[in-house]
Structure formats: C-alpha cells, structure tokens
C-alpha cells in the first residue's frame, strides 16, 4: 500500500461523503495505491449510516466504530495500527482541511522528511481562537525546540515508520511533531489552504488551550525524566533543603551567641524548606521506583535497523 488517509471524526454526517469524493479527487490521478480508514469516535449523528455506505462502494474505505467517545488521540492511535501505507497522512473530517494538498504534501515526504505538518497560514477562523493559536503555537515551539508555527494542525503527512514508532494516547495528538522529532525523525511544515466550517460544529473550545498547556507539560517531562524522576525531583528537593539547612543553622548560630529565636519567621522558612525538600526526594525516589518497575518495557525508538540477511531472530520488517 503505497498511501494511507487516517481520518478520525465526531459528528460529521454532512461532511464526509464530499470529503472521500474530494480525497478521491486528489488521489486517484497519482496512479498510487491508496486507502481512507475513518475512525468514527462516538458519533451520535447519522455518520455511521454515510460510512457504511461509502465502505459498501468503495474497497479502500475501512471504517473502525469506537462504542463511545474516546478522544481523537485514541482515534490516531487505532487508525495508525490499521495504516498499512508507506505514507500515512491524516486529516480533520470536516472539509477545512484541503485534499487537493495531499499531493503535494507526499511530494515533500518523498523529497526526504518524516514529517510533513501543514500550516494553516490563513486561518479561517474568528479571532477569538487565532490569537490563543498563535501564543500557544509560540510557547510549543520555543519550549519543545520543534521550529514549526501550527502544531495542531489536523492535516499532516508522516512516513509510515513514524506513526508506528510514535505513540500517541491521552491528548497527545496535538505533539505528534514533538514526539517524531525527539525519536529522530526530520519534521517539516508546508503552509495548506484552511476553509471555514461549512457544515455540523465545533468540538473543541476554549479549554483546548489549558489542556494543551498540560499536555506540553507531560510531553516535556517525559522526553527528559520518565527514565530519571530523581534527576528533576532530587535536585529540587537538595536545593530547598539546603537552602533549609543553611537558615537553620544560622539561628542556631545564634541561639548558641544568646539570642532568642523562637518568634523568628526566618525559623518557620527554614523548617517549611526542610520539610519540602525531603518531600521532594522521596517524590523522586517514589518516581524511580515507577520508572524501576516499567523500565523495560520503555521502548526506545530505533530510527533505521541493518539487520543480518538471513533474516535473523527480531527482524520484524
Ligand atoms: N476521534 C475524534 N475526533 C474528533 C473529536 N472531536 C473532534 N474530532 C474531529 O477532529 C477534527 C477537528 O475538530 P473540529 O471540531 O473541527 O476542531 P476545529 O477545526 O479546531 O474547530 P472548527 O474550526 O470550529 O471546526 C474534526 O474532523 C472532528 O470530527 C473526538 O472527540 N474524537
Ligand atoms: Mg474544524
């Protein structure tokens, strides 16, 4: 299978015939082999009713249903498993995001990325979303060092070795650049035409940001400590109780010179830092042993592999 189109959907009945007609459009004149798989998440519309049909029509539409609503991550997750094609693009289902962009896109793949994310350059959407887009966009890529402007962006294009090396669960779509990058994968971004909404609604709201913000959080923390907590835990908490430990014995310092030093707030600090510090190392300690009991199952991301030609134990091409 030379192409694969992921597709997950909530609610976009209206949408999704036109969107397969028009991927169909884009696709077909390439001469490729190609398949669309729609993750339908829930739906409570009648979008199970125009996948099944489009499945009936057409033999390179698999449709896999989730009994209720588990989020677009799980969506990706599933439908990354079930992509068979070299190059796995996905794509929001409700029309803004452009088919005629796909070839294009795969044109930058095969120039020699790994990742190729569009860039809704001009957004058709209303302020009140661009501007929280573009100061959140702005934090991401200062922060996770990955230089590209619309991380969100549904449309991207990606090799089929990243999307199976990458594992994307809890809300984590949203850093699929973030994660391929960290795993050795080149990334990209081309700028892609964005349409306004023309049929069902939104989805996401304004709590999308702060989430988001938790989920940079996670993303951070994973890629430096999720095989070392007691690095971050056990620095902070040697520097608190340090600084504890130095308070401390200044006051006893002069506790032993005759000053009287139970009414000092200094005293209160230092025993406030002490405490937190030791609180923060046992953290660190509790983190290890997590990290202890899951450490091999972390699994390391091997970016190419020279196997022996015989075809030796473990090669799983
Ligand atoms: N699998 C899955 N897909 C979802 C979920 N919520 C939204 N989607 C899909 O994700 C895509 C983007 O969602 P939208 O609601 O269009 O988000 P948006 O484009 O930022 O918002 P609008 O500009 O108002 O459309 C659409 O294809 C939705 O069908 C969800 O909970 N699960
Ligand atoms: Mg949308």
Not at 129 to 146: D, E, H, I
Not at 200 to 217: I, N, P, T, V, W
């Amino acid at each position: 299978m030379d192409i694969s189109v992921v597709i997950p959907l909530l609610n976009e009945a209206d949408s999704l015939r036109e969107l397969y007609e028009r991927i169909d459009g884009a696709l077909a004149p390439l001469g490729r082999e190609w398949e669309v798989i729609f993750i339908n998440d829930g739906s409570t519309d009648s979008s199970m009713d125009v996948l099944r049909t489009l499945h009936e029509q057409n033999e390179n539409v698999t449709v896999l249903v989730f009994g209720r609503n588990l989020g677009k991550s799980a969506a990706l997750s599933v439908g990354f498993k079930e992509a068979a094609g070299d190059v796995v693009f996905t794509m929001d289902a409700d029309l803004q995001d452009d088919p005629a962009e796909l070839p294009r896109m795969l044109e930058v793949i095969e120039s020699g990325y790994d990742l190729v994310s569009g860039w809704k350059r001009e957004r058709k959407d209303p302020l009140s979303k661009r501007l929280p887009s573009k100061l959140y966009n702005a934090v991401t890529s200062r922060l996770s060092g990955v230089g590209i402007h619309d991380m969100n962006c549904g449309l991207k294009a990606y090799r089929g070795q990243v999307v199976k090396t990458i594992r994307v669960y809890g809300e984590l779509h949203r850093y699929t650049p973030v994660l391929a990058q960290w795993a050795g994968f080149t990334v990209t971004e081309v700028p892609v035409k964005h349409h306004a909404r023309q049929y069902g609604s939104s989805k996401f709201g304004a709590e999308r940001f702060l989430r988001g913000f938790f989920d940079l959080l996670t993303v951070l923390f994973l890629r430096r400590y999720v095989t070392r907590p007691l690095h971050l835990f056990g620095m902070l908490g040697a520097l608190l109780f340090s600084g504890g430990f130095l308070a401390g014995l200044y006051l006893t310092v002069l506790k032993f010179m005759g000053q009287a030093i139970g009414r000092r707030p200094l005293l209160t600090l230092a025993i406030l830092l002490m405490v937190v510090g030791v609180q923060f190392i046992s953290l660190g300690l509790l983190g290890e042993m997590v990290a202890n009991l899951k450490g091999s199952d972390i699994s390391y991301p091997v970016r190419e592999r020279l196997g022996r030609k015989d075809g030796g134990l473990g090669d799983n091409s």
